[in-house]
C-alpha cells in the first residue's frame, strides 16, 4: 500500500488491484477512523477525503493501520441488491465460446456468483461488479458499439456492469434489466453504491 498527498483535504491510498481495494475499503468501514469525511475507491486506489480541520499526518497513520478484510461479500454488514436479468444478450454465445461453457452454464454461472460493488464510474450508476467465479473473466469486444441500451448487463475483463443508459461500450452483453440503475428522484440516486453486494436473478419470459 503506498499513501500520497492528494491536495489540502486527502489522500490517496494505492493499493495492488481492485480486490485489493474492495477488502481494504471492507477493513476501514470497520474500524473507520476519526477525520474521514468521504471515500472513492477505483479500480487500483481509493481517495479518502478528511473532513475540515482533521490533521492529514494522524490520518495517514490511521489508514496504514487498517487491517484488510477478506471473502467480506457474505458479510451481512453489507447491503445485498437483487437484479432480474433476461438472459437474451447479443454477445451471450460468444462469451459461451470464450468461457468453454454452455450458454446455460454461463447464466448460472452468472447468477450463482456473488458480485460486490467495487467502484462507480464511466456513467452515473455505473458499478463495476467483481465475481467470485473467474469462469466468467473475458475480454472486451474488439470494436465497441456505438449505441448500447440502457439496462444492457455485460462483461469485461473481470467485471459485471449494467449500463444506467444508453451509450458507447465495449462490453460483452448478456443479458438486459429493466431495473433502474440511476434515478434522480431516489436518494440516494443510484442503486449500486460501493460495498453493496449483488446477485443477479434470471427472469424467464413467459
Known sequence: MRLLPFGDRALLVELADTDAVVAWV?????SMPPGVADLVPA???VLVV????????????????VESVENAAD?????EIEIPVRYDGPDLAEVAELTGL???????????ASWRVAFGGFAPGFG???????RLHVPRRDTARTAVPAGAVGLAGDYSGVYPRESPGGWQLIGTTQASM???DQDPPALLRPGARVRFVEERGS
Do not use: I
Not at 471492507?26 to 470497520?30: E, K, M, P, S
Not at 480541520?53 to 495517514?60: F, I, K, M, T
Not at 454452455?102 to 450463482?112: D, I, L, N, Y
Not at 463495476?128 to 473467474?134: A, I, M, N
Open 26 to 30: 471492507d477493513g476501514l468501514r470497520r
Open 43 to 45: 479500480a487500483r486506489t
Open 50 to 65: 478528511s473532513a475540515e480541520g482533521a490533521d492529514l499526518a494522524e490520518l495517514g497513520s490511521a489508514l496504514r493501520a
Open 75 to 79: 458479510s451481512q454488514e453489507a447491503e
Open 102 to 112: 454452455s450458454v446455460a452454464e454461463v447464466v448460472a454461472a452468472h447468477t450463482g
Open 128 to 134: 463495476y461488479l467483481v465475481g467470485d467465479d473467474p
Open 182 to 184: 440511476w434515478d434522480l
